[in-house]
């Protein structure tokens, strides 16, 4: 399916705030939640490449950009929007340059050609030849997306809204093919930016936020958090000198 879709109108969301205040509330069913904004952009232009049917350069130009924990949206001041589903971005990053943005690598799945019973593929004269370099599973075509808000300071504060949410997305292959797809090696001479966790380098604040956020989350039934605060509370008594 295409990685991007043309859509009438924003998905419905709501601000971290609102959402901490629905969790608190205890709904009958966390499906049913709204989308949550990390992040909106105003004074965006975007560029696709190749480009979109029915988007055109003037819907490119500018508009506001929501990067919501559902979907990534565009939604130009001409009226036109489009979304894009997070594991389809198969990697993303901040591209230094003269008109410096966010580049997105998209990955799209076109449904293979029609098969003949005998395992063949159809043409289009409606002939049968030999099918074997065609992929059961579709081909994989690749749509270049660059995000350029009209501040290069917010750059950062986007790629890391963008991070975390698409990290609320697995891609469904990673299990399968591993986790390879989707990194760049870091490298003096590319305009990308990468955070490696070498030498003095540290999150950034939202970074850290994110993190925390995850591990919070995460449970190991190998180390329960109670036994890890039971044993840390133990420590701390037992260190305390005698009276």
Same mark, same amino acid.
């Given at each position: 399916m295409?990685?991007?879709?043309?859509?009438?109108?924003?998905?419905?969301?709501?601000?971290?705030?609102?959402y901490?205040?629905?969790?608190?509330?205890t709904?009958?069913?966390?499906?049913?939640?709204?989308?949550?904004?990390?992040?909106?952009?105003?004074?965006?232009?975007?560029?696709?490449?190749?480009?979109?049917?029915?988007?055109?350069?003037?819907?490119?130009?500018k508009g506001?950009?929501?990067?919501?924990?559902?979907?990534?949206?565009?939604?130009?001041?001409t009226?036109?929007?489009?979304?894009?589903?997070?594991?389809?971005i198969?990697?993303? @990053?901040?591209?230094?340059?003269?008109? !410096?943005?966010? *580049?997105?690598?998209?990955?799209?799945? &076109? #449904?293979?050609? $029609?098969? /003949?019973?005998?395992?063949?593929t159809?043409?289009?004269?409606?002939?049968t030849?030999?099918?074997?370099d065609?992929?059961?599973?579709?081909?994989?075509e690749?749509?270049?997306?660059?995000i350029?808000?009209s501040?290069?300071?917010?750059?950062?504060?986007i790629?890391e809204?963008l991070?975390?949410?698409?990290?609320?997305?697995?891609?469904?292959?990673?299990?399968e093919?591993?986790m390879?797809?989707?990194?760049?090696m870091?490298?003096?001479?590319?305009?990308?930016?990468?955070?490696?966790g070498?030498?003095?380098?540290?999150?950034?604040?939202?970074?850290? @936020?994110?993190?925390?956020?995850?591990e !919070?989350?995460? *449970?190991?039934?190998?180390?329960?958090? &109670? #036994?890890?605060? $039971?044993? /840390?509370?133990?420590?701390e008594?037992?260190?305390?000198?005698?009276?």
């Amino acid at each position: 399916m295409p990685a991007i879709t043309l859509v009438v109108a924003i998905p419905p969301f709501v601000s971290q705030e609102e959402y901490n205040t629905l969790i608190a509330s205890t709904p009958n069913s966390f499906n049913d939640l709204p989308a949550v904004l990390k992040h909106k952009e105003d004074d965006v232009s975007v560029k696709i490449d190749p480009s979109l049917e029915g988007f055109s350069e003037e819907d490119a130009a500018k508009g506001t950009l929501y990067v919501l924990t559902s979907y990534l949206i565009f939604a130009s001041t001409t009226g036109r929007n489009f979304q894009i589903e997070y594991p389809s971005i198969t990697l993303h @990053a901040i591209q230094r340059t003269d008109r !410096s943005s966010i *580049y997105c690598q998209l990955d799209e799945i &076109e #449904e293979p050609p $029609a098969s /003949a019973s005998n395992g063949e593929t159809l043409n289009g004269g409606g002939d049968t030849e030999e099918g074997d370099d065609a992929e059961e599973q579709g081909y994989a075509e690749m749509r270049e997306l660059n995000i350029t808000p009209s501040s290069v300071g917010t750059l950062d504060t986007i790629f890391e809204a963008l991070s975390y949410c698409a990290s609320l997305h697995p891609d469904k292959f990673d299990d399968e093919e591993g986790m390879d797809d989707g990194v760049m090696m870091a490298d003096d001479n590319s305009p990308f930016e990468f955070f490696t966790g070498d030498g003095d380098e540290e999150l950034s604040e939202v970074g850290k @936020a994110a993190l925390a956020h995850l591990e !919070s989350i995460v *449970y190991d039934p190998f180390h329960p958090k &109670e #036994e890890e605060d $039971a044993a /840390a509370n133990e420590e701390e008594t037992s260190a305390k000198p005698k009276q």
